[in-house]
């Protein structure tokens, strides 16, 4: 374990290889699970805002279950979560033209039309942050859903922390960043 300010953090992101194979898994993460994406309060604002520019991307059931309860909900530990659409979907879930599931809120804020990138829970993946009284736990979430993330990081030979370096540094900062990536130099060089 390594910690940085108010954050302790497990080793298997400075050590486990990863890099998202959409080609193969097809975003299945959007789909798959018992709830949908964690988010933060503050993100529930920055989505009501961003309805309006991804609404003709969503699913007919999507807009749906947006018009009658709301795009969020409160999952078994009282947070709030992205709704889901049959037990599965995200409702913010849109395909492209090689049925890869995407998310209509990074699609738009690719193509300029919104600030709000996506929630930081989903830009953070495979990497889960639970907040406790006194600490943050950032840890690697193994689901085996990303089998050929983690054969293409080998290829690729990139880390967890390393793919993931926008999403990090958009969570805790450039210079929380900075620390964990310099702690990893270290930490490989004298394995």
């Known amino acids: 374990m390594l910690q940085i300010n108010d954050t302790v953090i497990s080793l298997d992101i400075v050590e486990e290889m990863f890099f998202c194979d959409l080609n193969h898994c097809k975003g299945i993460c959007c789909v798959e699970g018992e709830a949908g994406a964690p988010l933060e309060k503050d993100e529930l604002p920055q989505i009501e805002q ?51 599931c995407r998310c209509a809120l990074e699609k738009a804020y690719n193509e300029g039309k ?23 736990a950032v840890n690697y979430h193994r689901w085996s859903v990303c089998k050929s993330a983690i054969a293409l990081g080998e290829l690729k030979q990139v880390r967890v922390y390393q793919f993931l370096k926008d999403p990090l540094i958009r ?21």
């Not at 929630?119 to 990497?127: E, F, K, Q, T």
């Not at 969570?171 to 394995?191: I, N, P, T, V």
């Open 114 to 136: 919104i600030t709000f990138n996506k929630p930081v829970s989903c830009h953070l993946y495979p990497i889960r942050v639970s907040c406790y009284q006194r600490f943050r």
């Open 50 to 100: 961003s309805l309006p520019f991804v609404w003709e991307d969503l699913s007919d059931s999507a807009k749906k279950i947006i018009k009658q309860s709301g795009f969020a909900c409160l999952d078994y530990d009282d947070e709030y979560v992205t709704a889901i659409v049959d037990g599965k979907d995200c409702v913010f879930t849109c395909y492209d033209d090689n049925g890869i």
């Open 171 to 191: 969570k805790f900062g450039k210079a929380w960043y900075d620390q964990l990536h310099y702690f990893a130099e270290y930490h490989l060089a004298k394995r």
